[in-house]
């Protein structure tokens, strides 16, 4: 419990930083008047706080917590520690609907483009799971396999769009694929908040389930458990979860995979305190990403998706190290 509430106090820290810091840094004093009564405050200051940095900082809170989530279901149904959303083909479908939208076709709506992307996130998932399926059933193995494949493919013509499209829709393609929140505002943040509250709530009521399956399918079919029924049924929660996070704020990589380590040394193993865990330490991660975005090169920002890959890479690499020196 003392855990926990330091985390919580950690991702108030962050917040408050988040919205007082920047090219503009608010007193304190204006920023607990701004926030606990506006009306009568400094409008430029309260602009500032209440329409930029406020809902830029809110929304990478949900994409964090969103994308720790959805990694820890997928390391319990997939029972690899080094799993995260991306194995699904999450990420690679979004980014090349993405892609497409942007680079191939022209006068598409800018607000076309997170319905795209989530469209492309859930259509790879969908074509991974339906070709894994064998003799009526699904395995992590299998789903793996063919989760890299389809991945690679889709990188492939998501590469060749970039190749021979144009400079201008190009660059633009790649700003969204690095991942960020910039463009964040109060109508994107009530979206995704309203889209998450039933896949997590969902989620955490599976928390049960996804203790079992983590055991294997023939454990958990030992105690009842209709194994290709819950792994489909978190594979969906996974891709609803992952899939609105990356529409979004785009790729965002690695936090599936730090935050339910992370929370596992915390916790412990058990799914009812991993998982909102997991979402508490991916909300303070993605923002703090952005925050040292927002102030590492002032006042130009590095996308919170470069900033999260500095740290998931390095994190990655130790994991590796340190399975294979386990089985060494």
Partial sequence: MIR????????????????????????????LAILMQPAGTNPQVEMIVLDLRLPRALLAMLVGAALAMAG??????????????????????AALAAM????????VPAQFL??????????????????????GGTSSLRIILIGIGLSALAGAATTLLTAF?????????????????????????????????????????ASRQLDLIRFGDDAAQSLGQRVNLVRALM????????????????????VGLVAPHMARRLVGPAHAGLLPVSALIGATLVMAADFAGRMLVAPAQLPAGIVTALIGAPFFAYLLWRHRHAAG
């Fill in 4 to 31: 926990i509430a330091a985390l919580v106090l950690l991702l108030l820290a962050v917040l408050l930083a988040s919205v007082a810091w920047g090219g503009y840094i608010v007193a304190p004093g204006d920023l």
């Fill in 72 to 93: 820890a279901i997928v390391q319990a149904v997939m029972r690899n520690p080094l799993a995260e959303p991306g194995l699904l083909g999450i990420n690679a479908g």
């Fill in 100 to 107: 497409i939208v942007i680079a191939a076709l022209k006068d």
């Fill in 114 to 135: 997170p319905w795209a992307s989530f469209a492309g996130a859930s259509g790879m998932a969908a074509t991974i799971y339906m070709l894994s399926r064998h003799n």
């Fill in 165 to 205: 499209g144009d400079i201008r829709d190009v660059q633009r393609a790649m700003i969204w694929l690095a991942g960020s929140v910039y463009n964040a505002d109060w109508a994107g943040v009530r979206m995704l908040a309203l889209w998450l509250v039933a896949p997590m709530a969902m989620t955490m009521m």
């Fill in 235 to 254: 594979m969906m929660l996974c891709t609803l979860l992952s899939g609105a996070a990356i529409a979004a704020s785009g790729l965002i990589g690695f």
